[in-house]
């Protein structure tokens, strides 16, 4: 008789798991990728350079989240509905550039634009030609999630 309480009990612990990760997969709502050449911040984490893979995904409240994960670094980042835009059809990374310091200021993929607070940018060295900040953009594959 315990022999099969544990195999159902081990069964039920299976089917929930397997349940589970459908979920999951079925709340992705976008995936794509895009590569960093330069390291680069964002949200307060340094990104090294390299390819990047994101999954948005539905949660239980009203936020999304974005999941950008790179061979040797995760970063999550809350969405909000206040993110959402009717209009916005294009994918691109952007990121203000000074010296050798990037900073990601905002993302645009289909149906979402999201603006980052971005801290003041470092001085830059004094060897530094141009001391300008300027914006580089990169672009972005997106596919609607399976």
Request: aromatic residues 8%; charged residues 15%; hydrophobic residues 40%.
């Given at each position: 008789?315990r022999?099969?309480?544990?195999a ?23 995936v ?6 330069h ?30 994960t790179?061979e ?7 969405v ?14 952007r ?41 580089e ?10």
């Amino acid at each position: 008789m315990r022999t099969i309480s544990r195999a159902l009990i081990v069964a039920v612990g299976l089917f929930s798991v397997g349940v589970l990760s459908l979920s999951v997969f079925a709340n992705s709502l976008l995936v794509g990728t895009f590569t960093l050449s330069h390291p680069t911040q964002w949200s307060g984490a340094t990104l090294p350079a390299g390819k990047y893979q994101f999954k948005m995904t539905r949660t239980q409240t009203d936020a999304n989240m974005l999941v950008i994960t790179g061979e040797k670094q995760t970063l999550n980042v809350l969405v909000f509905s206040q993110n959402t835009c009717d209009s916005c059809k294009t994918e691109a990374l952007r990121m203000a550039v000074q010296g050798d310091s990037r900073i990601v200021t905002s993302l645009d993929l289909p149906g979402y634009h999201f603006d980052f607070k971005v801290p003041r940018m470092e001085a830059v060295k004094e060897t530094a030609s141009d001391s300008s900040a300027w914006v580089e953009q990169v672009a972005v594959q997106v596919s609607p999630a399976n």
